[in-house]
Protein backbone atom coordinates (compact mmCIF):
# COMPACT_ATOMS: atom_id res chain seq x y z
CA UNK A 1 0.00 0.00 0.00
CA UNK A 2 0.85 3.25 -0.31
CA UNK A 3 1.57 6.17 2.11
CA UNK A 4 0.46 9.77 1.15
CA UNK A 5 2.39 12.35 2.29
CA UNK A 6 1.37 15.18 0.18
CA UNK A 7 1.64 18.09 2.47
CA UNK A 8 2.69 18.67 6.15
CA UNK A 9 2.55 21.48 8.04
CA UNK A 10 5.13 23.48 9.31
CA UNK A 11 5.18 24.88 12.87
CA UNK A 12 4.60 28.42 11.13
CA UNK A 13 1.49 26.95 9.72
CA UNK A 14 2.70 26.85 5.85
CA UNK A 15 2.33 23.70 4.28
CA UNK A 16 5.31 21.85 3.00
CA UNK A 17 5.14 19.87 -0.18
CA UNK A 18 7.42 16.21 -0.14
CA UNK A 19 10.04 15.36 -2.03
CA UNK A 20 8.15 13.33 -4.40
CA UNK A 21 5.70 16.34 -5.41
CA UNK A 22 8.68 18.32 -5.63
CA UNK A 23 10.08 15.83 -8.04
CA UNK A 24 6.83 15.54 -9.60
CA UNK A 25 6.16 18.76 -10.53
CA UNK A 26 9.46 19.72 -12.05
CA UNK A 27 9.59 16.73 -14.01
CA UNK A 28 5.99 16.91 -15.11
CA UNK A 29 7.03 21.15 -15.81
CA UNK A 30 9.96 19.96 -17.59
CA UNK A 31 7.92 17.91 -20.02
CA UNK A 32 5.75 20.81 -20.81
CA UNK A 33 8.24 23.17 -21.44
CA UNK A 34 9.62 20.15 -24.06
CA UNK A 35 6.09 20.49 -25.31
CA UNK A 36 5.71 23.98 -25.61
CA UNK A 37 9.52 23.92 -27.23
CA UNK A 38 8.26 21.52 -29.97
CA UNK A 39 5.17 23.72 -30.68
CA UNK A 40 7.16 27.00 -31.63
CA UNK A 41 9.70 24.07 -33.56
CA UNK A 42 6.80 23.05 -35.30
CA UNK A 43 5.30 26.10 -35.78
CA UNK A 44 8.88 27.49 -37.46
CA UNK A 45 9.47 24.74 -39.67
CA UNK A 46 6.05 25.55 -41.14
CA UNK A 47 6.24 28.80 -41.65
CA UNK A 48 9.89 29.71 -41.87
CA UNK A 49 12.07 26.03 -42.66
CA UNK A 50 14.76 28.28 -44.02
CA UNK A 51 15.08 29.87 -41.26
CA UNK A 52 15.50 26.83 -39.00
CA UNK A 53 17.88 25.78 -41.43
CA UNK A 54 20.54 28.84 -41.78
CA UNK A 55 19.82 28.90 -37.43
CA UNK A 56 21.30 25.57 -37.38
CA UNK A 57 23.95 25.98 -39.77
CA UNK A 58 25.16 28.86 -38.61
CA UNK A 59 25.94 27.66 -34.84
CA UNK A 60 27.29 24.57 -36.19
CA UNK A 61 29.55 26.55 -38.28
CA UNK A 62 30.42 29.05 -34.84
CA UNK A 63 30.99 25.98 -32.94
CA UNK A 64 33.98 24.89 -35.07
CA UNK A 65 35.26 28.34 -35.27
CA UNK A 66 36.44 28.17 -31.42
CA UNK A 67 37.04 23.87 -31.40
CA UNK A 68 36.57 22.31 -28.06
CA UNK A 69 35.60 18.80 -27.22
CA UNK A 70 32.26 20.33 -26.11
CA UNK A 71 32.00 22.72 -29.23
CA UNK A 72 32.45 19.86 -32.01
CA UNK A 73 29.88 17.55 -30.51
CA UNK A 74 27.42 20.44 -30.40
CA UNK A 75 28.48 21.34 -34.08
CA UNK A 76 27.88 17.86 -34.60
CA UNK A 77 24.44 17.38 -32.97
CA UNK A 78 23.45 20.81 -35.14
CA UNK A 79 24.40 19.59 -37.84
CA UNK A 80 22.81 15.92 -37.57
CA UNK A 81 19.63 18.60 -36.83
CA UNK A 82 19.70 20.38 -40.22
CA UNK A 83 19.83 16.94 -41.84
CA UNK A 84 17.02 15.93 -40.20
CA UNK A 85 15.19 18.67 -40.77
CA UNK A 86 16.47 18.78 -44.73
CA UNK A 87 15.03 15.51 -45.35
CA UNK A 88 11.20 16.28 -44.45
CA UNK A 89 10.21 19.53 -43.15
CA UNK A 90 7.09 19.11 -43.81
CA UNK A 91 6.51 15.62 -42.11
CA UNK A 92 9.01 17.07 -39.14
CA UNK A 93 6.67 19.84 -38.29
CA UNK A 94 3.58 18.15 -38.13
CA UNK A 95 5.32 15.39 -36.10
CA UNK A 96 6.77 18.14 -33.78
CA UNK A 97 3.09 19.89 -33.52
CA UNK A 98 1.19 16.88 -32.33
CA UNK A 99 3.54 15.59 -30.23
CA UNK A 100 3.78 19.26 -28.81
CA UNK A 101 -0.06 19.54 -28.40
CA UNK A 102 -0.64 16.22 -27.28
CA UNK A 103 2.61 16.90 -24.22
CA UNK A 104 1.17 20.28 -23.34
CA UNK A 105 -2.63 19.03 -23.16
CA UNK A 106 -0.98 16.20 -21.15
CA UNK A 107 1.16 17.85 -18.59
CA UNK A 108 -2.09 20.53 -17.83
CA UNK A 109 -4.08 17.59 -16.88
CA UNK A 110 -1.46 16.08 -14.51
CA UNK A 111 -1.30 19.11 -12.96
CA UNK A 112 -4.53 19.66 -12.53
CA UNK A 113 -4.42 16.10 -10.85
CA UNK A 114 -7.37 14.79 -13.23
CA UNK A 115 -7.38 11.39 -12.39
CA UNK A 116 -9.12 9.92 -15.81
CA UNK A 117 -6.26 11.83 -17.93
CA UNK A 118 -3.54 9.27 -15.87
CA UNK A 119 -4.42 6.07 -18.19
CA UNK A 120 -4.50 8.40 -21.14
CA UNK A 121 -1.03 9.80 -20.31
CA UNK A 122 0.72 6.69 -19.37
CA UNK A 123 -0.54 5.64 -23.03
CA UNK A 124 0.70 8.85 -24.72
CA UNK A 125 4.35 8.76 -22.29
CA UNK A 126 4.54 4.93 -23.47
CA UNK A 127 3.77 5.87 -27.30
CA UNK A 128 6.88 8.62 -26.77
CA UNK A 129 9.08 6.61 -25.63
CA UNK A 130 8.60 3.88 -28.55
CA UNK A 131 9.29 6.53 -30.94
CA UNK A 132 12.11 7.85 -28.70
CA UNK A 133 13.61 5.05 -28.72
CA UNK A 134 13.43 4.14 -32.37
CA UNK A 135 14.57 7.15 -33.26
CA UNK A 136 17.76 6.65 -30.68
CA UNK A 137 18.40 3.05 -32.90
CA UNK A 138 17.79 4.52 -35.78
CA UNK A 139 19.92 7.54 -35.32
CA UNK A 140 21.92 7.82 -32.33
CA UNK A 141 22.12 11.32 -30.43
CA UNK A 142 22.99 12.78 -27.30
CA UNK A 143 19.48 14.85 -27.60
CA UNK A 144 17.34 11.69 -28.56
CA UNK A 145 19.20 10.04 -25.46
CA UNK A 146 18.58 12.87 -23.14
CA UNK A 147 14.68 12.71 -23.89
CA UNK A 148 14.54 9.16 -23.94
CA UNK A 149 15.51 8.99 -20.04
CA UNK A 150 12.76 12.04 -19.55
CA UNK A 151 10.44 10.34 -20.82
CA UNK A 152 11.35 6.86 -18.73
CA UNK A 153 11.52 9.39 -15.68
CA UNK A 154 8.32 10.97 -16.48
CA UNK A 155 6.67 7.82 -16.96
CA UNK A 156 7.48 6.33 -13.89
CA UNK A 157 6.59 9.12 -11.81
CA UNK A 158 3.21 9.46 -13.33
CA UNK A 159 2.51 6.11 -12.53
CA UNK A 160 3.65 6.32 -9.39
CA UNK A 161 1.18 9.26 -9.03
CA UNK A 162 -1.86 7.56 -10.58
CA UNK A 163 -1.41 4.48 -8.42
CA UNK A 164 -1.25 7.30 -5.27
CA UNK A 165 -4.22 9.42 -6.57
CA UNK A 166 -6.24 6.76 -6.77
CA UNK A 167 -5.90 5.51 -3.66
CA UNK A 168 -6.12 8.50 -2.14
CA UNK A 169 -9.66 9.06 -3.82
CA UNK A 170 -10.70 6.10 -3.22
CA UNK A 171 -10.41 6.68 0.81
CA UNK A 172 -13.58 7.94 2.43
CA UNK A 173 -13.77 11.39 3.40
CA UNK A 174 -14.53 11.52 7.10
CA UNK A 175 -16.78 13.92 8.65
CA UNK A 176 -14.32 16.13 10.02
CA UNK A 177 -12.68 16.63 6.65
CA UNK A 178 -16.05 17.54 5.11
CA UNK A 179 -16.26 20.55 7.17
CA UNK A 180 -13.20 21.67 5.51
Known sequence: MVERTRETT???????????????????????????????????????????????????????????PFRGFLADELLRADQVVAAGVAVLAVVLL???????????????????????????????????SAVLATAPSAGSAVLAALDVVVLALVAREWRVLAIERRRPVSPEERED
Do not use: M
Open 10 to 68: RADGRSRRSLFDRVYGFTIALKGLDGVIELVAGLLLLLAPNAIRWGLEGGAAEAQERFT
Open 98 to 132: VHGVVKVVTVYCLLRRILAAYPWAVLVLVGLLIWQ
